[in-house]
């Protein structure tokens, strides 16, 4: 056992780290998502240094990985630091058309991404079918040389800065659920595409837009379908697993927790300094525990990442991840009395940071597979527990 | 980054699981519960000596097999799981590397290989009358006198005090309230003026008050530096909490499989309850919390191995593994419903010893008072 980073893999980290202190200014900082012309920059950036392909073959616009864990080092740095991570487009998209795509789509898109030419939605939830999601309704119909699509998505994250969508539909109505759904890519100007805004809570400047989306009628052609027709549900299940992972990278959480534990060292009300109150040190105690625990979680998934999808990892630090998020924050404003629920101005703290992270933290539980869902995902393929329907687990491809 | 054992770990691993299959059944652990004085079994501390294991982290040099502190988890992870009645922890951890770490060159060349053959066994003296675990608390006064160190007080939750041939008892020598003017000896549990009464505790283990009148003994039995003993067993006693930890762990694990277990076969509503989805929560809440709470100690302990400043991992490693015991032993036994709770049955074994260990070697408010230490008084805050 060895928990060290190699020689290699600290250079590597340094590389990064030198790449992020050069290039990562304020307009950038904040998001994970490439939603702005700075961050598209900044993300364009990294494609130039090969970082976006790392680990694909170069006929496809990839380039030599320097090592197994750059990828994780990589996103791990970036989240760290609150930059633009290597999220959907090369851990869920990317990885799933290298997988099963045909070798012109490959050859189409695979250089796109690594070249960040254009930014992408995944466009699976329904108003029925969230945590269901082979509920799905949209449907593709069949039109010899093109699918017609009709219904409607929702929850969609990044498809008003999006160029195309990876969009699961129904293929085949008449088919158990699981099995008529399809995966395309649809230009996100195709006819018959509208859309309209969905703010998750919040305030000003601190809000995530999703959105809903109109499909009446629009053609996608024969070319834009995904590896096998009705095989679509289990390319989007691999491919949640690494999206699990890639987004949830526990750097951030340590960042935001250490803020917290830093505002508190600081914070002094008219004399009284919270850190010297032995409730308050020891809250943050076992909170600190409880986030190290997380480190030692993704640990495990990164290690397992080497080998094969590692689902029950991601599904751990999902699970983890996103609970201990939301622990940290309600701890964060319970130590507080009331100043706990200012939402910035003079006397709150973090500047309302700790509100936000309190609301943002719920979103996370249920963003990407709710909790529950990764608990169930845990006892089923860790554990060998029977489905609720007392069916034997779905195959994964 | 490699997080599976090395070779020479599985085959410890291996070697372990298959010998407390064999040795350590549940009948056993009742009866050294229900008709031992001792709370060991002598057979089986001489088996683990011929499996050089009461060695494992003693140098070569003394005969032992100077493996790491990883190693020694390893090992005592498949105790746990059999939750096996032994002073090991005690003597081949926490005495074995007090005396290797601050012994005289005599002590460790007398001492050592007494323990590596399996002929000395040691209990450790330390709480008393507090609810509280810090240094601060001890009181047992030993004065000078012509000849030595009289010893005066009491000590409770001495395990295995009554087998034990040592005591590693820690005294108040210089000043009163503090962490230093504390001095480590190792008393002779024969002497004059000691003596024992078990105290019942519902995991049924073999803990004692004792009580120390007049007990003479000689400067030589000073183990490190007079009024420096928190710092000579500060080190030790962190070692021996990884391995109290995989103690703890390896039990967890054992109960989650039971719970797991019986979850898939037992039938109410006409299916298996494992299939709702409140017992598979429980189920996979339990398990995140092993794999963490293990992942944390194996961690704790690499950063031991490597000599570096980790007083705040294993403070870590214990507050939450403590918590994830308590858990795992106390929703495991729900899952079985009545029968959990039946004395017949064995997964009782461990509901006793769940609440027990979380409290046991420092409880939470102490191990987070030192986590607090880490992460708020010292600079820089390190967050892995």
């Not at chain 1, 694909?56 to 197994?68: R, T």
């Not at chain 2, 002590?107 to 000395?120: D, N, Y």
């Not at chain 2, 704790?300 to 490597?306: E, L, P, R």
Request: net charge negative; hydrophobic share 40%.
């Amino acid at each position: 056992m060895d928990f060290d980073w190699s020689a290699e893999e600290e250079a590597f980290r340094q590389e990064v780290r030198e790449f992020i202190d050069k290039e990562l200014t304020d307009e950038v900082k904040g998001s994970i998502f490439i939603d702005t012309p700075a961050r598209v920059a900044f993300v364009t950036k990294m494609a130039d240094r090969g970082w976006l392909g790392m680990g694909f073959p170069e006929e496809y616009g990839g380039s030599p990985n320097p090592l197994p864990l750059a990828q994780f080092i990589l996103n791990a740095e970036l989240d760290r630091t609150g930059s633009p991570i290597i999220g959907k487009n090369v851990g869920t998209i990317a990885s799933t058309i290298f997988h099963v795509a045909s070798e012109e789509m490959k050859k189409d898109f695979l250089p796109k991404i690594f070249r960040n030419e254009g930014q992408w939605a995944i466009t699976y939830t329904e108003p029925n079918a969230g945590t269901d999601l082979g509920s799905m309704k949209c449907r593709a119909i069949d039109k010899g040389d093109h699918f017609e699509v009709t219904g409607m998505k929702h929850f969609i994250t990044s498809a008003h800065f999006c160029r195309w969508h990876w969009m699961a539909v129904r293929t085949d109505p008449d088919a158990p659920k699981h099995k008529g759904i399809s995966i395309l890519i649809v230009d996100h100007d195709s006819p018959g595409l509208s859309m309209s805004p969905m703010d998750t809570i919040g305030r000003e400047g601190t809000t995530h837009r999703t959105n809903q989306l109109f499909f009446d009628k629009m053609k996608v052609p024969k070319s834009r379908l995904v590896g096998k027709i009705n095989e679509g549900f289990y390319y989007m299940m691999q491919a949640l697993d690494y999206e699990r992972f890639a987004i949830l990278s526990f750097a951030s959480r340590v960042r935001r927790f250490t803020n917290i534990v830093d505002w508190y060292k600081n914070a002094n009300f008219n004399g009284e300094r919270p850190i010297e109150d032995n409730h308050t040190r020891r809250t943050l105690a076992r909170m600190a525990a409880r986030v190290e625990v997380g480190t030692m979680l993704e640990r495990m998934a990164i290690c397992k990442a080497q080998e094969e999808v590692p689902a029950v990892e991601a599904a751990m630090n999902k699970a983890w991840g996103a609970t201990i998020g939301d622990e940290f924050a309600q701890m964060g404003l319970d130590l507080m009395g009331p100043f706990g629920g200012l939402w910035g101005g003079q006397h709150s703290p973090l500047d309302g940071g700790l509100a936000d992270e309190y609301l943002m933290a719920g979103h996370a539980r249920v963003a990407a597979g709710g909790v529950d869902t990764s608990k169930s995902i845990i006892a089923r393929r860790l554990l060998g527990l029977p489905n609720a329907l007392g069916k034997p687990e779905l195959p994964t491809r | 980054m490699d997080l599976k054992l090395t070779e020479e770990q599985t085959q410890l691993q291996d070697i372990a699981s298959k010998f407390m299959d064999k040795n350590c059944s549940f009948a056993f652990v009742r009866n050294i519960e229900n008709n031992s004085e001792s709370g060991y079994c002598p057979d089986m501390w001489q088996q683990f000596a011929e499996l050089g294991w009461l060695g494992i982290i003693i140098p070569e040099e003394y005969d032992g097999m100077g493996m790491s502190t990883l190693d020694m988890i390893v090992l005592v992870r498949e105790m746990g799981r059999h939750i096996c009645p032994s002073p090991y922890l005690f003597t081949s951890v926490l005495a074995a590397d007090a005396i290797t770490r601050s012994g005289s060159k005599e002590q460790k060349a007398e001492l050592l290989p007494q323990i590596v053959a399996g002929k000395k066994i040691y209990a450790f003296a330390y709480q008393e009358y507090s609810r509280f675990f810090k240094p601060e608390h001890i009181k047992l006064q030993a004065r000078t006198d012509e000849e030595g160190y009289v010893l005066n007080g009491s000590k409770l939750f001495v395990e295995f005090a009554d087998a034990a041939d040592t005591l590693l008892v820690v005294a108040r020598t210089g000043e009163a309230d503090s962490q230093s003017g504390l001095t480590l000896f190792l008393v002779d549990r024969n002497s004059d003026g000691i003596e024992t009464r078990q105290m019942p505790t519902m995991s049924r283990d073999k803990t004692y008050q004792v009580d120390f009148t007049d007990v003479r003994i000689p400067e030589s039995a000073i183990l490190g530096s007079l009024d420096e003993g928190w710092s000579a067993l500060e080190p030790a006693l962190h070692k021996a909490v990884l391995g109290f930890c995989a103690f703890t762990n390896g039990a967890g694990f054992e109960m989650h499989e039971h719970a797991t277990q019986y979850a898939k076969t037992r039938v109410q509503f006409g299916r298996p309850i494992g299939q709702m989805q409140t017992i598979q929560g429980y189920l996979a809440q339990l398990i995140m919390e092993l794999y963490g709470a293990d992942m944390l100690t194996m961690f704790s302990a690499f950063q031991i191995d490597k000599g570096r400043h980790a007083r705040g991992y294993v403070a870590k490693a214990k507050a939450f593994s403590a918590e994830t015991v308590g858990h795992v032993m106390d929703v495991g036994s729900q899952i079985f419903g009545g029968i959990g709770y039946m004395e017949e049955q064995d997964t009782t074994l461990f509901l006793r010893r769940g609440k027990q260990y979380q409290l046991a070697l420092g409880g939470t408010e102490y191990w987070e008072d030192v986590i607090a230490e880490e992460i708020i008084d010292r600079e820089p805050v390190v967050l892995t």
